[in-house]
Nanobody
Framework: QVQLVESGGGLVQAGGSLRLSCAASGRTFRSYVMGWFRQAPGKEREFVAAISWRGGSTSYAGSVKGRFTISRDNAKNTVNLQMNSLKPEATAVYYC???????????????WGQGTQVTVSS
């Protein structure tokens, strides 16, 4: 069982940066792939980024590649998402998720946090 709690969301101007964090409980954290997803109002949840259990492999949605960076610290049971050069279309609730494979679809993930709101003003 893994419990996930996101933090770090907020309001930022376009072009700015935010760093999201996800704190995980449970001794098995390091055995899970971790992912970030987001859901904007009226839209479906979409994949943002994922990182392998050791952190050696990462993957990103095309819309964020080169601007967002996912990282993890297994000693601290945390996964982070550094978001730079933010655009208004990044406005969404961001969710942290844990699962067995580095997939780009939500059904592959078993555990989810409650989400943190990110708002990017133009």
């Amino acid at each position: 069982q893994v419990q996930l709690v996101e933090s770090g969301g907020g309001l930022v101007q376009a072009g700015g940066s935010l760093r999201l964090s996800c704190a995980a409980s449970g001794r098995t954290f390091r055995s899970y792939v971790m992912g970030w997803f987001r859901q904007a109002p009226g839209k479906e949840r979409e994949f943002v980024a994922a990182i392998s259990w050791r952190g050696g492999s990462t993957s990103y949605a095309g819309s964020v590649k080169g601007r967002f960076t996912i990282s993890r610290d297994n000693a601290k049971n945390t996964v982070n998402l550094q978001m730079n050069s933010l655009k208004p279309e990044a406005t969404a609730v961001y969710y942290c998720a844990a699962g067995p494979s580095q997939a780009h679809y939500g059904l592959a993930y078993d555990y989810w946090g409650q989400g943190t709101q990110v708002t990017v003003s133009s």
